[in-house]
């Protein structure tokens, strides 16, 4: 099965998904990838919040220059 992460709640559904199954086998295997999920969704997530500042900051530009051509 593969996962596809597209936003936070994705992340988030997977790191419950990854406790669950530690809390249930107590297997080392997947102890040792719940810290490379945990990586690896850190960063997916600071990307996440990369391109959502960038979509943000070029809304904040449409907007004040809308209101400067408004502008008497």
Same mark, same amino acid.
């Not at 099965?1 to 997947?30: F, H, N, S, W, Y």
């Given at each position: ?21 530690i ?12 810290? &490379? $999920? @945990?990586? =690896?969704?850190? *960063?997916?997530?600071?990307?996440y919040?990369?391109? &959502? $500042? @960038?979509? =943000?900051?070029? *809304? ?12 008497p």
């Amino acid at each position: 099965m593969k996962t596809q992460l597209k936003d936070p709640a994705d992340v988030r559904r997977l790191i419950c998904k990854t406790i669950r199954k530690i809390e249930a086998a107590g297997d080392e295997a997947v102890v040792t990838n719940a810290g &490379k $999920i @945990a990586q =690896l969704s850190a *960063q997916f997530l600071k990307a996440y919040e990369v391109e &959502k $500042i @960038a979509v =943000l900051e070029k *809304q904040i530009k449409a907007l004040e220059q809308a209101n400067v051509n408004r502008k008497p």
